[in-house]
């Protein structure tokens, strides 16, 4: 897990969640959150899982499948892509702040996931974030439906678009 924020931003409360996804022929999901106090130069976080290339987990013989969960502060106006054909945004209904969102991921083992043999998988990994956050009583339900559903109606009109979303796998790091 990459975390490129700061103490001082892991203490920071947040608003809400926004799922969105890059605006290619390829879509990327990824998540971002509004602080809810001005940061000098900041809008807010973003948490992406990537399937970077190259992963200390897998010998470079081999193509790897394993993500890479990148945590970083997103700069004034940049929260989101101005292309994703999709922003649906979810306030919480409860305190949140950067680090409660960093635990969850590493409290749920969702830092060790492993990408889907196609190469997809972070519309899953997004999703499963945001039912954590629906379990933990930080969003309704409903609200985690209404993004769901919203996926399913654009992907009606997307053909490249995979949904239901292709699953990877969430593992338990050997030592």
């Known amino acids: 897990m990459s975390d490129c924020t700061s103490d001082a931003v892991k203490r920071e409360q947040l608003l809400g969640v926004t799922m969105w996804c890059t605006g290619g ?7 971002s959150y509004k602080f809810l106090n001005a940061v000098p130069g900041f ?21 790897n499948q394993l993500g890479s969960v990148k ?3 997103r700069p004034k106006n940049m929260l989101t892509s101005r292309r994703s054909p999709l922003l649906k945004t979810v306030e919480f209904g409860v305190a949140v702040r950067v ?8 409290i749920n083992n969702m830092q060790h996931y492993r990408f889907h043999p196609e190469g997809c998988g972070c519309m899953h990994w997004q999703l499963t974030l945001l039912q954590a956050y629906a379990r933990n009583g930080w969003i309704r339900n409903e609200d985690f439906r ?11 009109s997307k053909p490249s678009l995979t949904f ?6 969430f593992y338990q790091r050997q030592h």
């Open 71 to 73: 945590i970083e502060t």
């Open 25 to 31: 022929s390829l879509a990327h999901w990824m998540t």
């Open 99 to 106: 680090q409660d969102v960093i635990s969850v991921i590493t």
């Open 164 to 169: 239901p979303p292709v699953a990877g796998e």
């Open 146 to 156: 209404g993004i769901y559903d919203a996926i399913s109606t654009l992907s009606a």
């Open 43 to 63: 809008d807010g976080i973003s948490i992406d899982m990537h399937q970077p290339m190259a992963h200390s987990g897998t010998p470079y013989t081999q193509k």
